[in-house]
């Protein structure tokens, strides 16, 4: 097989990449690069592949299929782009997320055919395997791809780690018989610039959430993605250990809906709430009225959100009217459980001035490099493909002639 990176290996994000055989060209992940990587371009970048996007040239043999590792943006952000003929290949639940992020920013339907993928479900198109791994990340139901053909194997990590909720599935590809001594794993390597860090566990941030719910005599506040189900779970176990309500939003409930009734929810935990912000407006309710009005029966009651002060709530800082009008702030605090990076844009600065205590409680959604080196260790592979990250050079440093870039 060949392996063609068109998009991800110098930089985090974006990633794009294509293994083709004698019968078969797939296409894993077609990600929009970060904010912070086309900061200086005038519009999104597309990468030049043959018969992929709708602005590809064609070619003799056409693009079989996509498999996309999970719904994050810079994997699954240019699927718009694609022509509509080609079948994309993903979790279910990753894409109802996708999809319920896509009606709430107004984006277009998706078209293509959707294939759901199982955790190691073979599915095979002419002379290519290809077995979908779930892999502990910070978002949920994601997926590592093994990619056989003609004798070879080939190993795509994703986005991954080992310190979240998810770790039993980064340990069972770890432990696999079947995946030692892969000949080729792509692998990334997001955090290979942080050479002391050492990543937190998703469990000790539901400890030191239950610290400062403790300590906090107010309402708490909580600024994450409502993607991360996983810190989601982290903040419900603090709010039901201190004997707390979780209140989340009419967005963060669509997605909920969607996701296991295992996890966290308005529809089926009695200690938990949902609010509709204000910056949805009755025309916004009234052109998707499917997105609001089933959940109507499992809105806080309104003299509740503004008098109790035993709430644990999750927000983002389109928000504002709520933390200054709707809740009470008074002994309130504000968890910071975001990338850091995020607070030097002007939306997420101003937002936070509106707190006086700011509490920063997060963890990576990727491996750290101790990680890395159990991850490699345990496939033993014979070529290393590093890519989603800016330190390819740091893999031979650690692996030596086995990396390729």
């Known amino acids: 097989m060949r392996v063609t990176i068109h998009r991800g290996q110098n930089q985090i994000g974006g990633n794009c990449i294509e293994i083709s055989s004698s019968q078969v060209r797939i296409i894993l992940d077609i990600g929009d690069e970060l904010p912070e990587i086309n900061a200086d371009k005038s519009e999104r970048v597309i990468p030049d592949v043959p018969d992929l996007f709708l602005s590809s040239l064609d070619t003799e043999k056409p693009i079989d299929a996509i498999f996309i590792s999970h719904m ?16 994309v290949y993903m979790g279910k639940y990753a894409f109802r997320i996708w999809d319920v992020i896509r009606e709430f920013t107004n984006q277009p339907k ?19 395997t290809v077995t979908p791994f779930l892999i502990d990340h910070s978002v949920f139901d994601a997926y590592s791809f093994l990619i056989e053909s003609e004798g070879e194997r080939i190993f795509y990590t994703g986005d991954f780690r ?8 980064t340990i069972a590809i770890q432990t696999n018989p079947l ?7 792509l692998i990334e390597g997001t955090n290979l610039y942080k050479d002391e860090y050492i990543a937190k566990p998703e469990y000790d941030i539901s400890k030191d959430a239950v610290d400062i ?14 993607a991360n ?24 409930a669509n997605i909920l809906y969607g996701l296991p009734r295992i996890l966290p929810n308005p529809f089926t935990f009695d200690d938990v709430f949902l609010f509709f912000p204000m910056a949805l407006t009755e025309k916004a309710i009234n052109e998707k009225p499917h997105l609001f009005k089933p959940f109507g029966k499992f809105k806080i009651a309104t003299e509740e959100l503004h008098n109790r002060r035993d709430m644990v709530i999750l927000i983002r800082e389109s928000m504002i009217y709520e933390v200054l009008k709707r809740i009470k702030t008074d002994g309130a605090c504000l968890i910071y459980s975001k990338w850091n990076g995020h607070k030097e844009e002007y939306k997420t600065t101003q937002f936070l001035k509106n707190f006086e205590e700011v509490i920063d409680l997060h963890t990576s959604g990727h491996a750290d490099i101790s990680t890395i080196k159990e991850f490699v260790t345990a496939l033993n592979p014979n070529t290393i493909i590093p890519i989603h990250t800016t330190r390819p050079e740091k893999y031979i440093e650690l692996f030596g002639e086995k990396v390729k870039i």
């Open 72 to 87: 994050h943006g810079d994997h699954i952000g240019l699927i718009n782009e694609i022509r509509k003929d080609i079948p």
């Open 110 to 128: 998706t078209h293509n055919p959707i294939h759901y993928v199982l955790n190691e479900k073979p599915v095979t198109i002419k002379d290519i």
């Open 162 to 169: 080992c310190h979240g909720f998810a770790k039993k599935y």
């Open 179 to 185: 995946l030692k001594d892969i000949d080729t794993l």
């Open 213 to 226: 719910m403790n300590n906090t005599s107010g309402n708490v506040f909580v600024l994450q993605s409502s």
């Open 229 to 252: 189900i996983a810190r989601m779970q982290a903040i419900y176990n603090a709010a039901k250990q201190t004997k707390r309500i979780l209140l989340v939003d009419i967005f963060t």
